[in-house]
């Protein structure tokens, strides 16, 4: 069965680096998104992505956030300059252009930011 | 402000124990109410979607539920595997939204032999 993939599983970095989390969505899906989950707390909207841009995105993806698709398979988050609140698990999530309107979603990133 | 509510927070049940989980929603439009299963450090799993008041969906011994306001997720005769946190999202009608979910904090179930 098809699944969203993400790496690395865990990520630990010192505030104030660059950080780049990856995904590859389901093959046939076309539409991306990224969301957050602060330990304890809800699953965030971060941002979507269709059709190599940005559809819409929450308050949370501030100048420090910038999503890519580098190539046919790979969806990135790249944090430019990390802080100690955005440790979270970061779920990457794809949805397909017809049918049901259901996310599925990736396996998340732990991101510790130190 | 678009919100989505969940309760209880946990819920501790025996095994064949049957119960309700509870998700209420204020959005200015529902497009879709969604549900799934989160198992600790790991990302959510899909379960159901509804669309429209009165829809009902199954699976195994998990059965949704929508009306206007709320869903619920019944769980008949409940088994250990089923203890995981559950978690409703709710897809709203803005207009160029490419469908981003709100989520509520969960109900986490756990279920003893």
């Known amino acids: 069965e098809p699944e969203v993939t993400q790496t690395p599983s865990h990520q630990v970095t010192q505030m104030g680096q660059e950080v780049i989390l990856r995904c590859v969505p389901i093959s046939n899906h076309l539409y991306f998104y990224w969301y957050r989950q602060i330990l304890g707390q809800k699953v965030e909207f971060l941002v979507s992505f269709y059709n190599n841009e940005i559809s819409e995105k929450s308050e949370i993806f501030d100048d420090q956030f910038s999503v890519e698709r580098p190539d046919g398979s790979n969806f990135t988050l790249k944090i430019r300059s990390t802080k100690l609140e955005d440790s979270a698990m970061y779920f990457c999530a794809s949805r397909a252009t017809s049918g049901g309107a259901e996310q599925f979603f990736g396996p998340g990133t732990r991101l510790t930011v130190l | 402000e678009d919100q989505v509510t969940q309760s209880p927070e946990a819920l501790r049940l025996q095994e064949g124990e049957s119960s309700s989980l509870n998700c209420s929603y204020t959005?200015?439009?529902?497009?879709?109410l969604f549900w799934y299963r989160q198992d600790p450090g790991k990302g959510p799993e899909f379960l159901f979607t509804l669309y429209s008041a009165g829809e009902e969906k199954e699976k195994e011994r998990l059965k949704a539920t929508l009306t206007k306001k709320e869903s619920f997720l019944h769980i008949t005769a409940p088994k250990p595997e089923d203890s995981a946190t559950y978690l409703c999202?709710?897809?709203?009608?803005?207009?160029?939204?490419?469908?981003?979910?709100?989520f509520g904090k969960g109900t986490k179930l756990s279920v003893k032999p």
């Open positions: 999202a709710a897809q709203t009608h803005y207009g160029g939204s490419q469908g981003n979910l709100i």
């Open positions: 959005v200015s439009g529902l497009r879709g």
